[in-house]
């Protein structure tokens, strides 16, 4: 009996897995504890196997991940150097340029760029030509402005925004109504203003990477001009008729609150531009220049001598504004602000003043006759003949860019 009892426990032992259950059911419950104690051990061994794979597995699918990102990251720099190389290695230009095939429409300084927009491309120059990049904006009312070394063009009356640098794309957006106008920022953030049909007017905010960031709409008022402050907050100026008369309000919109900011009412007032220079708000309308801090308090106002004709340094410089001389329309009248408001210089054109440019580098204005460049004070530095009817011109350093119907020039002190 002893011997049987003794083999028994060691065909428990050697019995497969698939038959212990049945062994079981005629075994004691001490000899159960010991049948069950070897497979109690098994299975937490087999558990730290399990988790310490699940653990390399996870690591390496992070592995992936990672090695998967930076091929994307490579193949992305990748296609923008072949771009800029591809348009490097393009035959080289020497000014002037013909511009007969397709006229420009628009002349902007982006970084060390000069950017020349049409009705079918915007096209990135080095300053001396020897390298450009054509980019397709495909707008069919193409209006472009620029900020730092990008330019945002899109489609009035359309729905496509295109942001652009030197090395090709950076970000395209369809709106779901038609845009009216556009603001850019440094950073690469922009607003959009469209058409709403349950409202007067909207503008959305957008981030460098394209994504709607904030939005807002306007039941009572229409959205005539907007200017950054920063990436999350823009000035917007707009518009309504009360008793026969036009009341601009301005207000501020902030991406990290849901509730605009009225910060000031102005009456009889049309806005054209806007713009924000030295932390100041500088609103441009119909009668006048209207200066005011960021609380919406009215520091100066430069009302106009004549009809305006010209602004120049919506974007960097002092403001520069250009009228039409109240008694003679082929005379003109200049006049740079600060900051602040502040007339700091003006002057007396005899011609009219067909274009007007201001940066840190200083203005250039341009004339039937003649092409201007001044510093700050209005001192003329250099002056060119207007022998090719150019109609727009930039400044870069000492150097003059200017766009006529068939020519694209470059005018140099030193040429």
């Known amino acids: 009996m ?12 050697a019995a497969p897995a698939s038959q212990r259950k049945k062994l079981k059911k005629s075994t004691s419950v001490a000899l159960q504890k010991q049948l069950d104690l070897p497979d ?21 699918r992070f592995a992936i991940v990672i090695l998967i990102l930076l091929i994307l990251m490579a193949v992305f720099f990748l296609v923008r150097a072949i771009i800029q190389n591809s348009a490097s290695g393009q035959r080289p230009l020497s000014f002037p340029i013909s511009t007969q095939d397709d006229a420009p429409l628009d002349i902007h300084v982006c970084g060390n760029w000069i950017v020349l927009t049409d009705s079918g491309d915007a096209t990135f120059y080095s300053q001396d ?6 980019l397709q904006h495909g707008c069919s009312r193409p209006i472009s402005v620029s900020a730092g070394d990008m330019l945002l063009t899109y ?39 469209t058409t709403e049909s349950r409202y007067r007017g909207s503008i959305s905010i957008y981030n460098r990477n394209g994504s709607e960031i904030y939005k807002w709409s306007s039941a009572e008022n229409y959205i005539m001009a907007a200017a950054f402050v920063n990436s999350g907050e823009v000035i ?14 301005i207000y501020r919109l902030r991406t990290d609150r849901d509730q605009e ?54 974007e960097d410089g002092n403001l520069a504004v250009a009228t039409q001389d109240a008694t003679d329309p082929n005379a003109s009248h200049l006049a740079v602000l600060d900051g602040s408001g502040a007339v700091t210089a003006q002057a007396d054109v005899d011609q009219a003043i ?12 341009l004339t039937p006759e003649n092409i201007v460049l001044t510093d700050q004070a209005l001192s003329v530095q250099y002056q060119y003949d207007n022998d090719r009817s150019y109609t727009q011109a930039v400044r ?14 470059r005018l140099s002190p030193e040429e």
């Open 2 to 13: 002893k011997l049987f009892k003794k083999k028994q426990k060691d065909y428990q032992h």
């Open 40 to 60: 109690q051990k098994d299975s937490l061994a087999v558990l730290k196997i399990k988790k310490e794979l699940r653990r390399r597995t996870l690591i390496v």
């Open 129 to 134: 030509a020897s390298r450009y990049t054509v």
């Open 155 to 193: 489609d009035q009356g359309g729905t496509g925004v295109k942001l652009d640098d030197s090395g090709g794309n950076i970000r395209s957006v369809t709106t779901e109504n038609s845009i009216l106008f556009c603001a850019l920022d440094d950073s690469g953030a922009f607003a959009v203003s």
């Open 236 to 249: 917007v100026a707009t518009v309504n008729a009360e008793n026969a008369d036009y009341v601009t309000q």
């Open 261 to 314: 900011e009225q910060i000031a009412t102005l009456s009889g007032v049309l806005p054209l531009s806007l713009t924000v220079k030295s932390g100041n708000i500088q609103l441009v309308a119909q009668q006048g220049v209207y200066t005011m801090n960021s609380e919406g308090t009215l520091l100066n106002t430069y009302t106009f001598p004549g009809s305006i004709c010209a602004l120049g340094g919506l």
């Open 354 to 365: 067909l274009d007007v440019y201001s940066s840190s580098d200083g203005l250039v204005y």
């Open 396 to 409: 870069l350093g000492n150097l003059c860019y200017a766009i006529g119907t068939d020519t694209f020039q």
